[in-house]
């Protein structure tokens, strides 16, 4: 009889855990749902009761990312804390620890008394002497040249034609320009990429999960890696650009 009973036992056992399990299941897609539509307390509620039916570390990190959000940063890292002692994998662990970290940077320090502020000191403004009256400065009439005005485009250098027309206005170099041009576009499209990857990264904060947290993370790692690499190129453009018009300049001088 003994023995019929102990098997009916570990027979049933598996049916039990299964049970459990389907339980805690529901109830973290409740806590979901109850995240999602910003009622976070009851979230958190709701992962505890289902970590009590079937302990799976996932209940921990999920309920830790929700405490956080809440800003009960002293739960938030005995949470992640419990899901690292829990030895899940590497990468895992890792998530966990930048959760830890950021959570312990925002718990505020100890309040210091200010040092007491000396009164300021009391001055007496300086007088102000009025200078002397000044005798206004003779002012001397212009004189008249009764010589025209010169042409600047007139060439009047010896040997030459006085009546050849020279062109001196100064040209525009449009490969300098168009470098220089470039360069500055580039620089502003590299620089809202490097200023998207790190929304992105910010954002990653907002994952449920440890392979969503993962998954942001490397694509903002990618996204600021292709920013970098726009502003290395616009900032060659742009040395491009200020070379050829240095060269240029230098070259309309002699």
Do not use: H
């Not at 009256?133 to 042409?151: A, E, F, G, I, Q």
Request: aromatic share 4%; hydrophobic share 45%; proline share 10%.
């Amino acid at each position: 009889m003994i023995l019929w009973l102990t098997l009916a036992a570990l027979a049933a056992a598996p049916s039990a855990v299964a049970d459990d399990k389907a339980r805690a299941s529901e109830l973290m897609a409740r806590a979901g749902v109850l995240r999602a539509d910003g009622r976070r307390k009851e979230a958190s509620a709701e992962l505890q009761r289902a970590y009590e039916i079937y302990p799976d570390r996932d209940f921990l990190y999920m309920r830790g990312a929700i405490e956080r959000e809440l800003g009960n940063c002293g739960i938030a890292v005995e949470l992640f804390a419990a899901f690292i002692a829990e030895n899940p994998e590497r990468r895992d662990i890792a998530a966990a620890q930048a959760q830890i970290d950021e959570c312990e940077a925002r718990i505020p320090d100890r309040p210091r008394p200010a040092a007491p502020v000396a009164p300021p000191a009391r001055t007496t403004p300086p007088v102000e002497v009025p200078p002397p009256p000044s005798s206004p400065p003779r002012v001397r009439p212009p004189r008249l040249s009764t010589t025209p005005p010169k042409d600047p485009r007139v060439d009047t250098v010896p040997g030459r034609r006085p009546d050849v027309i020279v062109d001196e206005r100064p040209r525009v170099d449009r490969l300098g320009a168009a470098l220089l041009g470039s360069g500055v576009v580039l620089a502003v499209v590299g620089a809202g990429l490097v200023g998207g990857a790190a929304a992105r990264a910010k954002g990653a904060e907002q994952s449920g999960t440890a392979g969503g947290y993962r998954e942001t993370i490397a694509d903002a790692r990618r996204l600021n890696g292709a920013g970098v690499g726009v502003l290395v190129g616009a900032t060659g453009l742009v040395v491009g650009g200020l070379v050829r018009w240095a060269v240029t300049a230098r070259a309309r001088k002699r």
